[in-house]
Structures are given as structure tokens and as C-alpha cells.
């Protein structure tokens, strides 16, 4: 085993409460999300993270913002993690030129480059090889910065996984690859696809150094994520992060859910991350009755400023069409 | 004899299920094709019917479960592989290429690939640039594939079957607009002529040369100009490879004008295949240039209002149409 630094950084309540936001706020985005899909505001697909948050933002929190973040085409929380203006991603998701991505990409492609997010990728498992090229870029340019990775249990039947797992240890580059097993891939279950289903132990067999964390759970996400980034840091060596995890909502709007049973989704919602870990502050005696009203009046306020900003966004001109195909235009 | 309405999605399925009750070597495998139903509820309930066996559900691994589905091919099986849409199909472009295309020419003609491939295809869902790509044309250009094209609810039912006939690998772009489309199909529907493009729609004045999503919009065109006294012959391509060019040269020496509509992006589209047949080979009964109507040459952009500026739609089918009559 490879030299690991288990330094715990203690937070401060004030940090601690700023994880519950984050996570809240990811929360209610999306249940917004899902309400202006209803009312067509929203078209195409929508990919809902909903019950999944304890990753993102574990992880994220994790990183610094030199880092490099690469996600799939459900990214809204990891996006909103990283601290991306929530209208900004409302307005994407419309279609408006005020979009994150000029309303050019949609839900499944949200890009900001100032906040380092490199989308927003729907080839399931497309951005791996991405990721590992990133950091082999700030490998040769004695760069700091690490590359996170996020992609689904699905996302590693594929040959790019395997490929892009094998180049990250063969050129021993600085990235974190963090895979949410939510067991459906759309609506293939896990002993489906995987004949091993310790997807951890893929990483092991590359010479990868890998481990599993319960991702319903933001503490153990927390602590596994900033061990695993020292681990990167102090050994110059890709990581492998499975943080099991289950989504509440269907894979897509277009999803009717024939592949798997209520019981089991009421079962899951049992280990919410959102009540689970803002009774474990309550407990702690870090947040206040009062404290808990602030924050969730004050998530509905960024959430409907972020619909006001998409509402109000205007049409890029039809004339425009065939801009950025080269750069320049 | 009566026709029957049916959904698109509804004639593929009739389509599958027929050809699995006729030929037990025939199985379907693909992503989310058993459990899930099919990504478009294309396959809903046919696990149930068939079993595992016969409707497989596979990893996400493009290359690996078209690879597997050569395999099956050469030993003996007749797999149709669902590649859910053409966009994952890049993923499984050297399985397709390298061996199920090319088999046959390098073993001296000893191994044939009697594999079907069906792929969801197309633009028209807001599905923003990887997923709205139009592919026929890249497919049509290699020997050893026969590309087949669903512009119609009859070939959704019936082309499936023909397709299983061949000995060779046949690629199915079936479309994912058109699929809740309702249309009439003779409850008899069954395989239909896979050698051959179809008239759609007779008429004197102009070749209007089109296939995939582009039929059914230039239908609607043709009813239009109709109206204004144009009357408009409309090609379904249908075959994309190997091209039927009597059909498209005989409209030619009749109408003397052609056009060809296409989602697809115009540089090396299909247009640019059919335009060279023309010109080789019907020259001197062309009255006027010959005009296409193509994908703009851009990734398809999320935005409704971008989307539809980005293939042509039937109005301007209409006023191309009128500008080359000259009215
Ligand atoms: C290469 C490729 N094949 C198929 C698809 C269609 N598809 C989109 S998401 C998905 C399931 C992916 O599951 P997983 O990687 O577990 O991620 P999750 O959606 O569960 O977060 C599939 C099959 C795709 N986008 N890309």
C-alpha cells in the first residue's frame, strides 16, 4: 500500500453548514428542474441527481479550484458544487444565450471554464480519456492541480474506462477518478452488466490504487475524497473512488421505470444524505432551528433568481447558426 | 383490405417480433433492450415473451457487443444488434468496418457476416450535439455493408425481415422523431424489395430525391406544391448502398430536375453520391442545375429554434422548389 496521510481537517460549523447548502441547493435545483421540464421549459433530456448529492459535494470539496472537473451528462450537482451560478445553468438548460454554455449544449452539456468544469460529457464514458490527457497535461507542465473524473457503474463496462484507467497508471498522472455507482445503468441493473461487482477492484487490477465509500453518507465522502487527493498529492499517482450511491428520481424524464421495484427506491430513500447529515449537525449542536429556515429561505431565493435569469435570458439570432464550429467566429 | 393504424415504434416492434417467431437462430441483443424495455419502448414486453435467451440485455461495450454479434454471425446464429443510436455507433466503427464489412473479401469470399445492425438515428428531439447525428452518408461508403434507410411506417414493419434474409451485414437506421408518428399499414405488411428505392409520390415536373426523415417532410412538401399546380415525383432512397440508380435516372429522363433533401451534413452527404450518379450517367436530360437541400454544417445546437434551422424543413422544400421552376 502506498504512503496515506489520514490528516482529518476539522471544519468549522460555518464550513459544515456550507456543505448541508450545497447539498440542499442541488436538491431543490433539481426538483425545480423537473418542474419546468414539466411545463416544456426545459426540452430535450434531463438526467436528475436527485438522492445522489453526497458525492458531489464531498468531492468537490475536496478539490481547489486550480483543479480540473469532468462529469457526465448528469452534472447539474457537480456543476452547482463546484459553485457554478445557478441561472447561469437554468438559463443552459432554457436554451438562452445567458447559458453557461450559450444555451448551445442543454442540460447534458454544461461547460465553465473559469470555474475549471469541463462539462457535461453524454458519451458514456467518453470524457475518461479526456481526463487522463488533462492530467498528463499538468504533469508535464509541473502543474499542482489534480483532475477529478466523475462517470457511473455503466460507464465502466466500456472500453474507454479500461483504456484510460490503464494510461493514468502506465503514465502515473495526478487524477481522481470518482465512480457513483447507482446500480442502473438507464435500466440495466448492476449484476447485468458487471460479471465483477466490486467496480473498485477494475482499478486494482490497472495498479490502480482504489477503494469503495458509502456515498449516501457526506462525511465518509469527505474524508475518503481528501485522503484520496493527499494520496495524489504526496504520491504522484492516479486514484480510484467508488462511492455507492442510488438515485431517487428515474434515469431520464423518458423513463417509465419498469426495471425496478418502489420498495426498493422507498428503501434507499431511507439513507438520504440531506436529513441524515443535517440531524448529525443538529446533533453536534453546529445548526440552529433558525439556522436551518435561513438556509432553506435563502436556497428558494438563488433558485427562483436563477428561473428569473432564464425566464428573462433572450434567443441567440437564427443567423448565428453556424457559429463556433471554428474557433474565432 | 383494411389498413391499420400504427405507430412507428409499434411497426418496428411488430417487425422484430415476427422475425423472432420465424427463425429461432434469430436474437436480439443490445443496451437496455430487456429490462428497460428499449430505450425508445421499441422492445417493451419482448423479454417477456421471448426470455433472456432471445432478448439480451448488454453492458455499455459498443465495440464488444457488435464485435460479439460478428462473431455470433460467422457461428452459425442471425443476431440483430441494437446499438441504441448512431451517435455510440463511432464506438463500434472497427468492429463494423474492420471485420463484419470486410470479412468476406479477405477470407476469398469463405466467411460471411449474415449480421443485422439497427440504430436509432436522426435529429429532432432537442438532444443537442452528441446525440442528434445523421450518419447515413459515412455508412454508405463502405463495400461489404448494405445500408438500409426507414423513412416509412411500411419499411419499419417489413425491412427488418428482408434484412434478415441477407447473407451480408445489413446496417437499419430507423428514425427517432418518427416514432410516435401514427400512419396506415396494410395489416398484411411484411418483407418489402431491399434492392430497389420507391417511387413515394409521381409527378412530371421536378425529382425530389430524399430518404429517412426527409420522406415524410417531403410529402408534405409535394401536397403543398400541388396545390399551386407543381407536381412533385418524391424518391425514398431506401437503400443506401448499393444505390439503385435506375430508379433515379429514369425519374430524371422524365422530370428533367432534380433535387435531394437530407439531414445529413452537405459535404460528402448522400447528395454529393447521387448527384455524381446523375451526372455520369443522365447528363443530357438535365434542364437547370441540380439543387440539394443538406444539414448545415454545424453540430446540432440545443435550442429548438437553432435545431430546426439546422435541417431542412418542408417550407423550404416549398420555395426551392418554386425558385428552380422558375416561379
Ligand atoms: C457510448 C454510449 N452508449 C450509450 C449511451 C446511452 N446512455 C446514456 S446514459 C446511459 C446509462 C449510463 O449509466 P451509468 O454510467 O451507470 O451512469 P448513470 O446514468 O447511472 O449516472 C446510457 C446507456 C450513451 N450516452 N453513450
Known amino acids: 500500500m502506498e504512503k496515506r496521510i489520514k490528516e482529518r481537517k476539522v471544519l468549522t460549523g460555518e464550513q459544515e453548514r456550507h456543505l448541508l447548502y450545497q447539498m440542499k441547493l442541488i436538491r431543490r435545483f433539481e426538483e425545480k428542474s423537473a418542474e419546468q421540464y414539466t411545463k416544456e421549459k426545459i426540452r430535450g433530456f434531463l438526467h436528475l441527481y436527485i438522492g445522489e448529492e453526497a458525492v458531489a459535494v464531498g468531492v468537490t470539496q475536496a478539490l481547489s479550484a486550480e483543479d480540473y472537473v469532468l462529469s457526465t451528462y448528469r452534472e447539474h450537482g457537480h456543476a452547482l458544487a463546484r459553485n457554478m451560478d445557478p441561472g447561469s445553468i437554468m438559463a443552459e438548460m432554457y436554451g438562452k444565450q445567458e447559458g453557461c454554455s450559450k444555451g448551445r449544449g442543454g442540460s447534458m452539456h454544461l461547460f465553465d471554464a473559469t470555474f475549471n468544469f469541463y462539462g457535461g460529457n453524454a458519451i458514456v464514458a467518453g470524457h475518461l480519456p479526456m481526463a487522463v490527457g488533462m492530467a498528463l497535461a499538468s504533469k508535464k507542465q509541473q502543474k499542482k492541480n489534480i483532475t477529478c473524473c466523475f462517470f457511473g457503474e455503466g460507464a465502466a463496462a466500456e472500453g474507454e474506462f479500461h483504456e484510460a484507467m490503464n494510461l493514468a497508471a502506465l503514465w502515473q498522472v495526478p487524477a481522481l477518478f470518482i465512480c457513483e455507482n447507482n446500480l442502473y445503468a438507464m435500466g440495466t441493473a448492476l449484476k447485468y452488466t458487471h460479471a465483477m461487482q466490486y467496480i473498485e477492484k477494475k482499478g486494482v487490477g490497472y495498479g490502480i490504487d482504489s477503494s469503495a465509500v458509502d456515498g449516501m453518507d457526506l462525511i465518509a465522502v469527505s474524508k475518503a475524497a481528501n485522503d484520496a487527493v493527499k494520496y495524489i498529492k504526496t504520491n504522484n499517482k492516479p486514484y480510484f473512488l467508488v462511492c455507492n450511491t442510488y438515485r431517487f428520481r428515474p434515469h431520464s424524464m423518458f423513463d417509465a421505470e419498469l426495471y425496478r421495484d418502489k420498495k426498493e427506491v422507498e428503501e434507499w430513500k431511507k439513507k438520504d444524505p440531506i436529513p441524515r447529515y443535517q440531524q448529525d449537525l443538529i446533533n453536534k449542536k453546529r445548526l440552529s432551528k433558525k439556522q436551518i429556515d435561513e438556509m432553506d429561505k435563502h436556497i428558494e431565493a438563488e433558485i427562483n433568481k436563477a428561473v428569473t435569469l432564464a425566464e428573462e435570458g433572450t434567443w441567440e439570432p437564427v443567423e448565428d447558426l453556424t457559429k463556433f464550429v471554428y474557433s474565432g467566429q | ?327
Open chain 2, 1 to 327: 383490405m383494411k389498413m391499420e393504424k400504427m405507430t412507428y415504434r409499434e411497426a418496428l416492434k411488430q417487425g422484430i417480433r415476427e422475425a423472432l417467431l420465424n427463425d429461432e437462430r434469430v436474437f436480439l441483443m443490445g443496451e437496455d433492450v430487456g429490462h428497460y424495455g428499449g430505450a425508445f419502448a421499441v422492445s417493451k414486453g419482448l423479454l417477456q415473451e421471448f426470455g433472456a435467451d432471445r432478448i439480451m440485455d448488454v453492458p455499455l461495450s459498443e465495440s464488444g457487443f457488435v464485435g460479439a454479434g460478428v462473431g455470433a454471425a460467422l457461428a452459425g446464429m442471425k443476431p440483430i444488434v441494437e446499438v441504441m443510436t448512431v451517435n455510440f455507433s463511432l464506438l463500434a466503427m472497427d468492429q463494423i468496418i474492420n471485420n463484419a464489412a470486410t470479412l468476406l473479401h479477405m477470407s476469398g469470399g469463405q466467411l460471411n457476416v449474415p449480421l443485422v445492425i439497427r440504430m436509432g438515428c436522426g435529429i429532432g428531439r432537442q438532444l443537442a450535439a452528441q446525440h442528434s447525428h445523421s450518419w447515413e452518408p459515412y455508412f454508405a461508403s463502405v463495400p461489404g455493408l448494405i445500408v438500409l434507410s426507414v423513412g416509412t411506417h411500411e419499411d419499419a414493419r417489413g425491412m427488418l425481415l428482408s434484412a434478415l434474409k441477407s447473407p451480408d451485414p445489413v446496417i437499419l437506421f430507423e428514425y427517432t422523431f418518427m416514432l410516435n408518428m401514427d400512419k396506415e399499414v396494410a395489416p398484411d405488411a411484411g418483407a418489402v424489395d431491399i434492392t430497389k428505392a420507391k417511387v413515394r409520390r409521381d409527378g412530371k415536373d421536378i425529382t425530389l430525391i430524399t430518404y429517412g426523415n426527409g420522406v415524410y417532410k417531403s410529402l408534405e412538401a409535394a401536397e403543398e406544391l400541388s396545390s399551386q399546380g407543381i407536381e412533385v415525383e418524391v424518391i425514398d432512397l431506401r437503400v443506401l448502398r448499393p444505390l439503385d440508380e435506375e430508379t433515379l435516372l429514369a425519374s430524371v429522363a422524365k422530370t428533367h430536375r432534380a433535387l435531394v433533401v437530407e439531414d445529413a451534413w452537405r459535404s460528402g452527404g448522400m447528395a454529393a453520391e447521387v448527384f455524381s450518379r446523375i451526372i455520369e450517367k443522365g447528363f443530357f436530360e438535365l434542364d437547370a442545375p441540380l439543387q440539394r437541400l443538406c444539414g448545415q454544417e454545424v453540430p446540432i445546437p440545443y435550442p429548438r429554434h437553432l435545431e430546426e434551422a439546422s435541417v431542412p424543413q418542408p417550407q423550404d422544400i416549398v420555395d426551392t422548389i418554386r425558385k428552380m421552376i422558375g416561379l
